[in-house]
């Protein structure tokens, strides 16, 4: 697929009168979670459990297409959202200590050229409420290189919530900038709970300073990577800054691209 989409608003309108467009509104709702702290990312994060899952295929032959909005809001004041394709890079079982392997991050096609992607951003998701004693959790990775073995160690604080999610990149080792794959994830100490690390590829960020009145950058315009999204991906919201109760709402549309 070459992304011709992308070429001019005429060749999106065409794609999506020819093909129609892929569009979904997301509702959801997280609890309180944990805030981070220096040792933990530093920037509080939510992870909303519910994804929207792109589907086996959107017809007629086409097997991508481009984000072309993607607006975020909640009913709380002073929040930013992030939405992006999330890949589960591992996880850890916190009572048995078992790594389980997920996926490494995909081969994109970005203008034209294959691209063996690493993390824009990644997260340490609590999937499972914790009872851990300020755990220390040292993720084994391949970096955005392709260099093995290197390592980054996050102490969490004690038994952090549900639906907490915590930014490992500040953690990464000295000149690292993101992450292909995760090979391993051990724990000082934990006895109840799961912890996942994802990968994102950013296909949408919003932000609000009053309650669903909402800034959204349209990643089209931005000097940023616009990201194919093939079928059967996953598109996760992530609330930053802030640990309260939120009800998202969000628009997703995706164009086409039938190359």
Not at 72 to 83: L, N, P
Not at 99 to 123: C, E, H, N, R, Y
Not at 173 to 181: E, F, L, V, Y
Not at 189 to 213: C, H, K, M, P
Request: hydrophobic residues 45%.
């Amino acid at each position: 697929m070459a992304g011709n989409v992308l070429d001019s608003l005429d060749a999106m309108l065409k794609a999506s009168a020819n093909n129609g467009m892929w569009t979904r509104f997301f509702m959801y709702t997280t609890g309180v979670t944990t805030a981070a702290n220096a040792t933990s990312g530093l920037l509080s994060a939510q992870k909303f459990d519910r994804v929207l899952k792109l589907p086996a295929s959107f017809g007629g032959g086409v097997s991508q297409g481009f984000c072309t909005a993607c607006q975020m809001c909640c009913e709380d004041a002073t929040s930013h959202f992030i939405a992006g394709l999330a890949y589960k890079l591992g996880s850890i079982d916190m009572n048995a200590g078992t790594f389980t392997d997920g996926v490494a991050m995909p081969t994109k096609i970005v203008d034209k050229v294959s691209v063996l992607t690493a993390s824009q951003m990644a997260f340490c998701f609590v999937s499972a409420a914790l009872t851990a004693t300020t755990p220390v959790i040292t993720i084994t990775y391949t970096d955005q290189d392709g260099n093995g073995s290197a390592s980054a160690a996050l102490t969490l604080p004690t038994s952090p919530a549900l639906g907490s999610a915590f930014f490992i990149d500040p953690h990464l080792a000295n000149g690292d900038t993101g992450i292909r794959d995760v090979t391993n994830i051990t724990k000082s100490a934990g006895t109840v709970g799961t912890l996942d690390i994802y990968g994102f590829l950013l296909i949408g960020t919003s932000g609000q300073t009053q309650n669903f009145e909402a800034v959204h950058a349209p990643m089209l315009a931005l000097p940023s990577v616009i990201w194919p999204i093939e079928v059967n991906d996953e598109i996760h919201f992530l609330r930053l800054g802030q640990t309260t109760s939120c009800d998202i709402a969000a628009v997703v549309a995706i164009c086409p691209d039938n190359g």
